[in-house]
């Protein structure tokens, strides 16, 4: 199969053998940064509506929720309230949106709100980005969590410091928790970061995929096997979308509202619109890298 990609980075229309031979890791991230910069009207006509819906649904579920810290708090309730429905609207966008790119820059399809194809696979790619999603972060987990939070139990640490630098986004407030431990939390979350973004380059051909080939997907071990070749350019192209996530959420965590006598709404929708950008752009990027390497990968290995 040689179906000629658009690649944007590099100024002209090549084909998938070329793309292989250029693969290199700032080719992967700063390519599918430059895809989606030098076609940003495209992105707009194929996301806009549903950027805009999402960041709209954000403000409000932070409007709710301000609301219930401020009057229910000290009330008998079941907790805060459900906030399935932005979950909800960011899966959704993510298997219209990527979807539709995939195929604007594979097949050359007219980019519009919804893309030329049966909603049955846009579900199929939901489902797909769950389970290879869900596949990447647990694997993640279970490579270098486990172990380390694991370490820090055998040399004596308290599990509930362990849990409160976790869980506790405010560390400055974590007076008797050493430095080293919350330093070391960090780099675990930043290489689980790293992981989980490797492995879902290397196994998620399945997606762009479903959305060119009219839902027939690549496997997983079979994504797996065709990025073998892309594997050193995949690794390094990881490392800096992993740097740039950890940089992106890590401002949005500084953002947290206290949730003490000071907390204010305006900051909690604030810190809502922040998410909810950040989680667009990382959408973005990941379906352009995505993109970039089904088109890299050698024909004969899809």
């Known amino acids: 199969m040689t179906i ?16 292989n031979q250029r693969a290199t890791a700032r080719s992967l991230f700063f390519g599918a940064i430059g895809d989606l ?10 996301g806009g509506v549903w950027f805009a819906a999402y960041i709209a649904l954000n403000a409000w579920a932070g409007r709710i929720y301000a609301h219930w810290v401020l009057y229910d708090v000290d009330q008998i309730s079941a907790g805060p309230p459900g906030e399935w429905y932005v979950s909800a609207l960011f899966l959704g966008m993510l298997g219209i949106v990527a979807s539709a790119w995939h195929r604007f820059i594979y097949l050359g399809e ?23 999603g869900s596949v990447a972060t647990m694997s993640a987990v279970v490579l270098v969590c486990m172990p380390v939070l694991g370490l820090f139990l055998a040399l004596g640490t308290s599990a509930l ?13 974590l007076g008797g928790i050493s430095p080293w431990l919350i330093g070391s939390l960090i ?16 196994i998620g051909l399945g997606l762009p995929s479903i959305a060119v080939l009219d839902g027939q997907g690549l496997a997983l071990g079979a994504s797996w096997r065709a990025t073998r070749s892309l594997g050193r350019a995949i690794f390094g192209a990881s490392l800096w979308a992993a740097l740039a996530t950890c940089v992106l959420y890590g401002l949005v965590v500084a953002l947290t509202p206290d949730l003490g006598e000071s907390f204010d709404a305006s900051r909690e929708v604030g810190f809502r619109l922040a998410g909810a950008a950040v989680d667009i752009i990382t959408m973005l990027v990941g379906a352009a890298m995505l993109t970039r390497i089904y088109g890299a990968v050698p024909s004969d290995a899809l």
């Open 161 to 173: 410091d362990v849990l409160g630098a976790l869980f506790v986004a405010d560390w400055m407030r």
């Open 187 to 202: 780099a675990m979350i930043a290489v689980s970061v790293w992981v989980s973004i490797f492995l879902l380059l290397r």
């Open 4 to 19: 000629p990609a658009i690649a944007r980075g590099w100024g002209r229309i090549v084909t998938g053998a070329e793309m």
């Open 37 to 46: 910069l030098s076609n940003f009207g495209a992105v707009l006509r194929i």
């Open 110 to 132: 007219t980019a519009r709100v919804i893309p030329r194809m049966r909603l049955v696979i846009i579900g199929k790619y939901m489902v797909a980005w769950v389970v290879i």
